[in-house]
């Protein structure tokens, strides 16, 4: 009996990540629906960033603007070491998975990191959230433009060039950033309400990546996921998207130790620092790559998003049960 002891406990979000995954791949939202659970994820994401807003002191923002070391650790870590990685993985896998799933798999060490889940997960965490804003959001909105040139220096495209949309940039500043500064200057007004209700913070914090994930799971499960994947193909991924999300996580919490970060700045640099979007990916997918790749091409994102949301689920976890334990 006493070995039961040491079986780890379960945190109950990532078994409602799991139980969001097998509602997505047996019952997916679909056509009209899709558009509004994407609409209601949209509005709880805003809702996040206001309530955050309202919850952050100026001294808080103005002290997350000002990490500048931290911010160029998280820009390294997704755009210079993701990518080293990337290239790596391939060079050895090459022969023994798909080539266009390891086109795939490249494609995604190139992406910007998420917004959303980031900031979402370091929130719960006991992170510095002003600061995570910050990096996720510059990560984006360069990722806009760095992306596709790492992706013209690292693999064949289809097109001569790629065309900018400015919807990306204005999903951030509208999505995001606006619900973010709306709560601050309300904060003389609604912050001791939000001070004082953290359970409803923390329930638009992880109902929100909840949605994120139906909706996410669901497109992929509409688009045939399960049909044009078989059972080697996806345990090649989630070997080498483990393997890619564990180097990298590994080499933050190392830089973090090295360099004597405060704890609330290595959760940024863990969370901010080992994602890549999905939000981000699938659209520069379509313009980056021939029709007919794309679906493949993006394969590997998807199963590498849900992979991320499901280890930093856990990691954000046992972050806020040493908080609270002190």
Known sequence: MRAIRFIPS?????LFLIATVAAASFLPVRGAAAAWVGLIAD????????????????????????????????FGSTYLLF???????????????????????LYLTLLPSTVQSSIAFTA????????????????????????PLLVSLAMTTSGSGV??????????LLQLLLPFVAGHLLRPLIGTFVARNKAVLQIVDRGSIL???YSAFSAAVVNGIWLILGWRDMAALLVLSALILAIVMGANLLAARMLKLPREDAIVLLFCGSKKSLVSGVPMAGALFAPASVGMIVLPLMIFH?????????LAARYRRQMEAG
């Open 10 to 14: 379960v945190d109950p979000f990532l």
């Open 83 to 105: 990518p080293a990685i990337g290239l790596a993985v391939v060079d050895l896998s090459g022969g023994w998975v798909d080539p266009l799933l390891l086109s795939g798999l």
């Open 163 to 172: 065309q900018m949309s400015w919807h990306s940039i204005e999903a951030i």
């Open 124 to 147: 719960i965490a006991g992170g510095n959230v002003a600061a995570a804003v910050c990096s996720a959001s510059l990560s984006n909105l360069i990722g806009i433009v760095l992306t």
């Open 211 to 213: 949605l994120v994930v």
């Open 43 to 74: 509005l709880a994401i805003a809702l996040l960033f206001f309530l955050h807003g309202a919850k952050l002191s100026r001294e808080a923002i103005v002290q997350g603007i000002g990490s500048w070391r931290l911010h160029l650790l998280v």
């Open 306 to 314: 849900q992979l991320q949301l499901f280890v930093c689920a856990m």
